[in-house]
């Protein structure tokens, strides 16, 4: 194989703009064609962007950079020196990173790739929907919980963004309801007064109730849909490079090569429940360093049969396709002995938003985990010396 490609980046996000430095370290000619006018996240008038103004990581801003382009810590911090920072904050990391690596020349914006397929069917499939009198609106389009005063509120889904948004909103909201596929029973938080888990929706009448799978009603004022969202790529023909179906992308050799089309159809960041910026970069540095010719991938036939052992086990193990994509708890992943503290740190965080109470970020043990830190580069040190 040639050492040197042409390739074409989709995406100027965190994702996109990894990939390209990995792939110009190893001397490919990259271009990153990103739709939006500037890098990282989108700033468009059409909603395209899913921000909203109080948000906040979710993982300590130690494990939220690269392995050679670590997160500014408080003291070099871009403008919020908390642990878990603001949105605002992970963009100007983003545009630095770009800036330090020169990616501004390969960056080619509103430069949106065509579709050449049609659209899948759209819809969730509840009778009377449509003609709900309530309002609707998808945490895409979620901005401030002012919107929410006073009025009873169902969030369908229980991922990071439902528990996020349904504590912001349980401040000024009457009432919080969160329907998820996890929960059989009515269950009351102890941490607020006003949020309650409830099971999946039945079905939605037009008189404004909501008819959970228990048989129990609710009228409600909103549905506000965290139900994440699906992976489409318009751009590739549908049918023929990928499918996807129930969200899992398929078929791909460890998350990120296609076994038929591979090394050049890849896929970077479309796992989740992971640390997001160290596995994207970890994932960038392997589709470069193949497509150099310095890595090796198994032949097709044996990438294949990895996919398909995976989907086995995900079916043996009842874990569903939806979250084929998903490491965390499904899948083991390991750094390496001088890099367990960022796993510990990681499932430390998660810990903290399955509890349902966002003061877990404002109460972080920093000296804990400033020693720990220390201690493990104090080690890493001693096996170089």
């Known amino acids: 194989m040639a050492r040197w490609q042409r390739v074409a980046v989709i995406g100027a996000g965190v994702a996109g703009l990894t990939a390209a430095r990995e792939l110009l ?4 000619s990259v271009v990153i064609f990103e739709r939006g006018d500037r890098l990282g996240i989108p700033s468009r008038n059409i909603v395209h962007g899913s921000l909203y103004r109080s948000l906040r990581t979710n993982l300590p801003r130690q494990i939220m950079g690269f392995l050679d382009y670590p997160f500014p810590g408080p003291e070099r911090s ?21 800036r330090d690596s020169g990616l501004g020349d390969s ?21 009377s929907i449509e003609r709900w009198r309530g309002k609707q609106i998808h945490s895409h389009n979620y901005r401030i919980a002012e919107t929410f005063k006073d009025q009873i509120v169902v969030i369908i889904g229980k991922g990071t963004s439902g528990i996020d948004i349904s504590l912001e909103i349980s401040t000024v909201a ?3 309801h969160i329907s998820s596929r996890s929960e059989d029973n009515v269950i009351k938080l102890d ?29 409600a004022d909103v549905i506000l849909y965290c139900t994440g969202y699906e992976y489409q790529f318009p751009f590739l023909e549908a049918g023929k490079l990928i499918s996807v179906n129930d969200n899992c992308v398929g078929p791909l050799y460890k998350h990120v090569f296609h076994p038929l089309w591979a090394p050049w159809l890849s896929f970077v960041g479309i796992t989740s429940k992971a640390i997001p910026f160290l596995l994207i970069e970890l994932q960038s540095k392997w589709v470069a360093s193949v497509l150099s010719g310095g890595a090796k991938l198994p032949g097709k ?10 989907y086995s086990f995900m079916g043996k193990s009842g874990v569903p396709k939806r979250h084929a994509h998903a490491l965390y708890p499904y899948q083991v992943y390991r750094l390496g002995p001088l890099d367990d503290w960022r796993d510990q740190m990681y499932l430390s965080a998660v810990e903290g ?3 349902h109470d966002d003061a877990y ?8 985990w400033r020693e720990k830190i220390e201690s493990a580069s104090q080690r890493a040190r001693s096996v170089y010396i």
């Open 361 to 368: 970020r404002d109460s972080w043990d920093d000296d804990f």
């Open 301 to 310: 036939e044996e990438m294949m049969a990895s996919v398909e052992e995976t």
């Open 25 to 28: 370290l190893h001397g490919h």
């Open 174 to 176: 009457k009432e919080v």
């Open 78 to 98: 871009y403008g919020d020196p908390r642990t878990f920072p603001s949105h605002e904050e992970v963009l100007a990391f983003i545009e630095h990173f770009a």
């Open 107 to 127: 960056v080619r914006l509103g430069a949106q790739v065509l579709r050449v397929a049609q659209p899948g069917p759209e819809g969730i499939g509840w009778l």
């Open 191 to 219: 941490s607020r007064s006003n949020i309650w888990l409830r099971p999946t929706i039945k079905c939605i009448s037009e008189d404004g109730s909501v008819i959970f799978r228990d048989g129990t009603p609710l009228t």
């Open 353 to 355: 938003i399955l509890s």
